[in-house]
């Protein structure tokens, strides 16, 4: 118990592959990023406000949103095709039945904190509203997405601090690209495997007689420091070896977005997103009980059009029993592990609420544990 975590906290923070290492077969995408999908956009707002004792409805404040646009159009006028598998479904999304029921999606999803679920569905539906002066007139109504976890370690959570300015920020600022990964965004107040944690995103690139990429997108908020696994190896335990043990958060949970250009069915979307889990079991995720684990995929191919006449078409999807699904499978696995390891090498160490602290993973131990086990 002789290292002192509190010393690595002015550590730069790089992306996992940064330092040399890399989890899977595959190759990444150009951003290694859910951004690497033609089309998809990521956005982010952050709050932090305050410092020292909670006072419920005034701070600290460390929380904020997240939001992925499959497609910088207007998602009511052209959705596309999505599934939502629930791992564990201690969880407080919105969107989600309507999703499981049609297999489509037909607003950004937007992420959040546990309690700001309610005016982040209120913000979202009135950017719909604001886009689309039909819904509910001339046309049905809309069906905004949220999802969330619970990062009241660090925030105060009762106050509810995410507003209208903060959602329509995010859906406004969405952009191609790289992804800002760690304390940012939905990501800023939460914790994983011990460890600060928070948004991490990766890619992996399909490539047979045609090219697809799969992205995916986390929100970490779960586990303990020993269950820890890097590469395959119990990292967690070596270091649970010389770093006295923080104080244990509630279960957490995960949020995952999966984005593909493949042309998927929502069925086979919904196969994709069951794969998550293989790569939440190769970070250390036990999936408590009291942890909310989402995952939402989404295919840009074969958009529904809203003004289609409901004449019968004709859609071409991939074969369920292709190479090529096996290889959307193992994308969906490597793409989740490393998405979780970027969440944890990019967060910074955060002081919330009543001097809560959640410390960066402390890469210099991780890469020594990780020279000696190889």
Not at 10 to 31: A, E, I, K, Q, W
Not at 69 to 79: A, C, D, M, T, V
Not at 252 to 280: E, H, K, Y
């Amino acid at each position: 118990m002789g290292y002192d975590i509190s010393q690595s906290t002015s550590n730069p923070r790089r992306r996992f592959r940064d330092y040399g290492l890399s989890v899977g077969s595959l190759s990444t995408g150009p951003m290694n990023a859910i951004t690497d999908v033609p089309g998809v956009l990521v956005g982010h707002s952050t709050i932090i406000e305050g410092e020292g004792p909670l006072i419920p409805g005034k701070g600290p404040v460390r929380t904020g949103v997240t939001v992925v646009r499959p497609h910088p159009g207007n998602l009511f006028r052209e959705k596309v095709r999505g599934a939502v598998h629930i791992i564990n479904g201690f969880g407080k999304a919105t969107g989600i039945a309507q999703i499981q029921e049609l297999g489509i999606i037909e607003t950004p999803i937007v992420l959040t904190n546990t309690l700001s679920v309610g005016s982040a569905w209120d913000s979202l539906c009135e950017y719909m509203l604001d886009c689309n002066p039909g819904i509910g007139i001339s046309e049905g109504t809309v069906n905004p997405v949220v999802l969330e976890c619970n990062d009241g370690y660090l925030n105060d959570i009762r106050g509810r601090h995410v507003k209208r300015e903060h959602v329509f920020d995010a859906l406004e600022n969405a952009c191609g690209g790289s992804v800002a990964e760690g304390n940012v965004g939905s990501g800023t107040g939460m914790s994983c495997l011990g460890f600060k944690g928070g948004i991490g995103t990766s890619s992996r690139v399909i490539d047979l007689t045609k090219q697809w990429t799969l992205g995916v997108l986390v929100m970490s908020n779960f586990g303990k420091m020993e269950d820890l696994l890097i590469c395959g190896i119990p990292v967690g335990m070596e270091l649970s070896k010389d770093i006295e043990m923080q104080p244990q958060t509630p279960p957490g949970s995960v949020v995952i977005i999966v984005g593909t250009d493949a042309p998927c069915s929502d069925r086979q979307l919904l196969r994709i997103a069951r794969r998550c889990q293989g790569g939440l079991a190769r970070v250390g995720s036990m999936f408590s009980h009291g942890s909310g684990d989402f995952v939402l995929a989404f295919s840009t191919a074969n958009k529904a059009l809203e003004s289609d006449t409901h004449d019968p078409c004709v859609q071409e999807y991939i074969r369920d029993d292709s190479r090529a699904m096996g290889l959307l499978f193992r994308a969906c696995i490597e793409a989740v592990e490393e998405s979780v390891l970027n969440s944890l090498f990019m967060a910074e160490t955060m002081i919330g609420r009543d001097g809560n602290t959640k410390y960066g993973i402390p890469i210099d131990m991780v890469l020594d544990i990780l020279d000696r086990s190889t």
